[in-house]
């Protein structure tokens, strides 16, 4: 497990499109009536490190999957993991995918962010390039 000192090195090192894992603990919802309640929910995420993101709370984007359209942008399945919960990182690929092809998923990420529903609290949920018709 790495300290706040080393995780802040690897993720100043970190460019969009290296492959990575992510070991943090997600909040947790229980009963008290539990005996040997566990309040840690450890989760590994992997995916292609998109960067770090927000205003109040930095948070570690990864997309997980990616749908390339024809006009060179993406359409982004993605997780967002508070950089305060993260435990570990590790790079697996660095330049996993190529300068511009990164390029591209951060770019159409900023651009689905706008786009996407409205919902804050959710740490992950999917980023549309393209407008919603709900």
Known sequence: MMNRK???KVLSDLRSGDLVCVEWSDASVGKSSGSGVS???PVKSWGVYVGLFG???KHIVLAQNSFKYSDGLFDLDYTAIPASWALDLTVIAKSHLP??????LVNSFLLGGRRAFNHQRMFQ???SIHERSD
Do not use: G
Not at 99 to 104: G, I, P, S, T
């Open 39 to 41: 309040i840690d929910v």
């Open 125 to 127: 949920r999917r980023a």
């Open 55 to 57: 205003e109040r709370a």
């Open 6 to 8: 080393q995780l802040k």
């Open 99 to 104: 300068e511009a092809v990164a390029k591209n």
